[in-house]
């Protein structure tokens, strides 16, 4: 079974920090892009990272760039999102997802997990 798990989301201040990570089993994962997404309540669910790791390419959200780093972890098949300078509109539940391109868009991702939550205060 394909089985992509987000954690690591939690409650910060603005300005704060918190990893996610993404740790994927049951298909190939250098095979595919992993995204990171995310919904926020009342809202459609946006790209926010993804990458392409044999060939290092990734995308990032205009709005998160210089903030996120999206990165793989080489001894296991986990890809983490490190999320720096968080704001409250970062605010969301955060996916994680196997697709095929680097799009950042939902249509191009067809393996999701179940979310993790970031909650971001003033």
């Known amino acids: 079974e394909v089985q992509l798990q987000a954690s690591g989301g939690g409650s910060v201040q603005s300005g704060g920090s918190l990893t996610l990570a993404c740790a994927a089993s049951?298909?190939?994962?250098?095979?595919?892009?992993i995204g990171w997404f995310r919904q926020a309540p009342g809202k459609g669910r946006e790209g926010v990272a993804c990458i392409r790791e044999k060939e290092t390419l990734s995308y990032y959200r205009d709005s998160v760039k210089g903030r996120f780093t999206i990165s793989r972890d080489k001894a296991e098949t986990t890809v983490n999102l490190q999320m720096n300078s968080l704001r409250p509109e970062d605010t969301a539940v955060y996916y994680c997802?196997?697709?095929?391109?680097?799009?950042?868009?939902?249509?191009?991702?067809?393996?999701w997990g179940q979310g993790t939550l970031v909650t971001v205060s003033s």
């Open positions: 049951g298909f190939n994962f250098y095979e595919f892009e």
């Open positions: 997802s196997a697709g095929s391109s680097l799009s950042g868009q939902t249509y191009d991702y067809f393996f």
